[in-house]
């Protein structure tokens, strides 16, 4: 057994919610927030509702609650659902190192398991914390494919890590699932976001869903690889796998604190480029700037961005991993937000004649700035030949450059009053910051399920 394994199966059943330092428990009761607001309203969204029918049977086991949805279902349909809404709107929180978003992973688990066992806010405070953890640093050990999608890969393992924590397991059965689920995870297309494909918003549930089915297996006695990280992360999803950086500072640096959170309701990709527009826009007369006044658009970008290059957009998926699109709808709209990005915003003619005139290039000088920065250049020429130009290294909302608590919870009350009556909304967002006093998480859950 690899040494690396040991350590982190050893400090994941060691580490108890005393080990952790407020500003780590502080800022996972602001992703356990943001998180919940993210899904509420994804639930909203046709497709998953579609899904919610069809596979949510009347009379089955209902013992965890589907976020936005007012019922409950059994826990690994709970952790696909709500895994599956989290990604929808495209603003759930991220951690630029693990190039991924471990939350959306490991929260559906968790909060299923953790309700389904009448556990504390203490015991799922933890377990996200270390679920997190873990899953982060795959991220950062290894790099995965370019022609992969990284979500349902790491994420599964991070989800089976929160499961296993709050099961009690011991430091062998915490090694066994970290290695049954390295092996299931999916097989994800990058290509599925640029051409819109939704199968691709299944992935993160797909994980959630994973990691309680690997709980059972190890249960019923299936075994995985003696190092299965090891062997998917370093020669089947990736061909670099640095075991050093799953122990450097564990246990001194959680990752759930170097995390970054989304006020664009699009791929992180466009959100440089969304900000440094935002601060032509602030300067523009009135800070508004008329789409029949703009002439062309031209954005330099690093590479990743540089692929959202697509300015016709089928469907919302496509228009939020789609700059040229991202560009015109904020111009037409002044924002944004969720509204920016609907079906019949996608739609809008003004916004993608707009979007034809929006230019976007790789600038192999801020490719090289990865993964440190995340930057772009902005170019608006007028009609009248004025030329307005703004540049950003990071994204607003980086660890850099973090949007304060008043603008994390103004973000919450956005979303979070789409699905639940103001008070309700005020309720969940206080259990959320406060998961430590929760003597049973189903006080928040029967919150939840108060929808309308």
Known sequence: MSDYLNEISAFVCRCQFDDLSSIVVERTGEVMADSLAVIGVGAQEEEVRAMTERIVVPGGKQVTTLIG????????????????????LELDEGNQFARGHPAIHVIPAALAVAEEMNLSGREL????????????????????????????TWGTVGAAVAVGKLMGYDEGAMREIINVSSSLGLATSRRTMLEGGLVRNVYAGVSGYMGILAHELVQSGFTGEADGLQTVFGTVVSDTFVPEEMTKDLGSRFEI???????????????ATLDALGDIIAKA??????????????????????????????????????????????????????????????????????????????????????????????????????????QTLTNKGD??????????????????????????????????????????????????????
């Open 125 to 152: 405070l933890t377990a996200l914390v270390l679920g997190y953890e873990i899953a982060a640093r795959i991220g950062i050990a290894c790099k995965i494919r370019m022609s992969m999608h990284p979500h349902g």
């Open 69 to 88: 949805g007012g019922t409950q279902t059994e826990p690994l349909k709970a952790a696909l659902i709500n895994g599956m809404a989290g990604t929808f």
């Open 257 to 271: 604190a170097r995390n970054y959170f989304k006020r664009h309701a699009c791929c992180r990709y466009n959100h």
């Open 399 to 452: 660890s850099e450059d973090p949007y304060t608590p008043e603008e994390l919870r103004e973000k919450y009350y956005e979303l979070a009053e789409r699905v639940w009556k103001r008070e309700i909304a005020e309720a969940i967002y206080a259990d959320a910051m406060n998961l430590e006093k929760l003597d049973n998480i189903n006080e928040m859950t029967a919150r939840m399920r108060q929808i309308g």
């Open 285 to 390: 007369p009135g800070g508004r700037l008329k789409p029949d006044e703009v002439a062309k658009v031209e954005v330099e970008t690093y590479s990743l961005a540089a692929q959202l290059c697509d300015p016709n957009p089928e469907n919302t998926l496509a228009g939020k991993f789609s700059i040229p699109f991202a560009v015109a709808t904020f111009i037409v709209n002044g924002s944004t937000g969720v509204e920016s990005f609907t079906p019949r915003a996608i739609q809008n003619p003004v916004a993608r004649e707009l979007a034809q005139r929006v230019t976007v290039s790789e600038d192999l000088e801020l490719t090289a700035m990865m993964p440190d920065h995340r930057p772009s250049k902005v170019k608006v020429t007028l009609t009248n030949g004025t030329v307005l130009e703004a």
